[in-house]
Nanobody, 119 residues
Framework: QVQLVESGGGLVQAGGSLRLSCAAS????????MGWFRQAPGKEREFVAAITWTGGMTYYANSVKGRFTISKDNAKNTVYLQMNSLKPEDTAVYYC????????????WGQGTQVTVSS
């Protein structure tokens, strides 16, 4: 099993920045990629960004490309999401997720952290 704990959410004004962190523990050797998703009230959960654990390849949703940056620190088993130029429409609960060896799905999820962007 892999446990994921997010931190760094909060309230920020439009145009501001936040950095989310997601610390993984447990069977971290099995992680192949980690990603961030978000869910706004009344909307379905959507993909935000992902990073492969060994090669460091990154992927972004079009809505955040150029504003958000995903990165990782393998030594700390932590993935980050730097969010700049935040917009009110970025308001959501942000979830960290991880895929593991042999799986094409995100098997593990964090509890989520609230990000609120005021206009």
């Amino acid at each position: 099993q892999v446990q994921l704990v997010e931190s760094g959410g909060g309230l920020v004004q439009a145009g501001g920045s936040l950095r989310l962190s997601c610390a993984a523990s447990g069977r971290t050797f099995s992680i192949t990629a980690m990603g961030w998703f978000r869910q706004a009230p009344g909307k379905e959960r959507e993909f935000v960004a992902a990073i492969t654990w060994t090669g460091g390849m990154t992927y972004y949703a079009n809505s955040v490309k150029g504003r958000f940056t995903i990165s990782k620190d393998n030594a700390k088993n932590t993935v980050y999401l730097q969010m700049n130029s935040l917009k009110p429409e970025d308001t959501a609960v942000y979830y960290c997720a991880a895929t593991s060896t042999g799986s094409k799905e995100y098997d593990y999820w964090g509890q989520g952290t609230q990000v609120t962007v005021s206009s």
